[in-house]
């Protein structure tokens, strides 16, 4: 059995990670979080430790790491604000623990660099989850690719992703891009490594739509020509699923036939755990093309709007 600790106990996904820590037969020790609406932990963990202030936190895993071996903390799950990821990696590796780190891993590829130090320095390692790479209808599609890459051919390829969002989003951390990395990092980031783990190397990136809310453009892999779009807008579900009260909407076609992977998610992060506990997790140079593109997406002038984009993107662009 492996010690567990959670910083960011009260977000989103959360519980997923308590739940991955759980079905694997590991123990949560303490878990931390500004926030004090972490009720969920009792449906999990109720015996776990908890903490709203970081250096009681901090101490507390000091205090651990010094004691007996059976009760140190192998293992430290990052769920908080994705510009924090950084330091609270960082910050596991200098405790003598792991980390396994939700998305995105990083804001900025740069940021890898300095953590492939770390590791080094520490003999500890970064995982995150990349929990898309292990769905088994993403996995098909990936294994059907590679038996025609031969042939030379480029895929073509949509992806939507709409997930909408209330007034609150932009409030939040999530609406300012110097904390969330914006849209396309916030939502996207996911898609983009499975676009990268499916087709191979990233070409070309170019980005016609970027706002608070949506975004949009066009990628070229080795194998594939991609037209996507994102966005947070109730008003993007596109009709019927909107008129029937649908507020998500989640498509990627390639060569007009459409993959379903929609079911499932709530289990890729115990599959993702499991991989990770017996050495086969995602590391920090398997998030680099995925990161490097949600930053030049984020730096990127808006181009012109020519045939390579989603319709979607042609629709809110106006």
Known sequence: MRNFALIGAAGYIAPRHMQAIKATGNSLLCAMDPSDSVGVIDSYFPDSSFFTEFER????????????????IDFVSICSPNYLHDAHMRFALRNNANAICEKPLVLNPWNIDGLLEMEEMTGHKVNTILQLRVHPEIVALRERVAKEAASGRKHEVDLTYITSRGRWYLHSWKGDEKKSGGIATNIGVHFFDMLHFIFGALQENKVHLNDDTRAGGYLEYERARVRWFLSVEASDVPEPQRSAGQRTFRSITVDGEEIEFSGGFTDLHTVSYEK?????????EANRCAIATVAQIRSAAPAPLTGDYHPFVARTAG
């Open 57 to 72: 936190f901090d101490r507390h895993i000091d205090k651990l790491q010094r004691g007996p071996e059976a009760g140190r």
């Open 276 to 284: 990770i506990l017996a050495g086969e997790g995602f590391g920090l």
